[in-house]
Nanobody, 123 residues
Framework: QVQLVESGGGLVQAGGSLRLSCAASGHTFSRYAMAWFRRAPGKEREFVAAISWSGGRAYYADSVTGRFTISRDNAKNTVFLQMNSLKPEDTALYYC????????????????WGQGTQVTVSS
């Protein structure tokens, strides 16, 4: 069992930055691929970014490529999402997820989920 707790969300103006964190507890964190998803108001949850267990490979949705960076610190059992050049359309509830398999873009590839942290970008 893995418990995931997100933090770092908030209200920011367009063009600003935020850094989300996801702290994991339970089984060995370094064995899991990690990802961030988000759910905007009135929309389905969507993939944002994923990272392999070692941190050597990262994957991004087209909508955030070049603006967001996913990283992890296995010594601290934490995964991060650095979000720059934020846009109002980035407003969403951001979820952290863990997978025992390879990092992917589908929700059903992930075994554990956090409760989410709200990001609101004002125009």
């Amino acid at each position: 069992q893995v418990q995931l707790v997100e933090s770092g969300g908030g209200l920011v103006q367009a063009g600003g930055s935020l850094r989300l964190s996801c702290a994991a507890s339970g089984h060995t964190f370094s064995r899991y691929a990690m990802a961030w998803f988000r759910r905007a108001p009135g929309k389905e949850r969507e993939f944002v970014a994923a990272i392999s267990w070692s941190g050597g490979r990262a994957y991004y949705a087209d909508s955030v490529t070049g603006r967001f960076t996913i990283s992890r610190d296995n010594a601290k059992n934490t995964v991060f999402l650095q979000m720059n050049s934020l846009k109002p359309e980035d407003t969403a509830l951001y979820y952290c997820a863990a997978s025992v398999g390879m990092p992917g873009e589908a929700e059903n590839e992930y075994d554990y989920w956090g409760q989410g942290t709200q990001v609101t970008v004002s125009s």
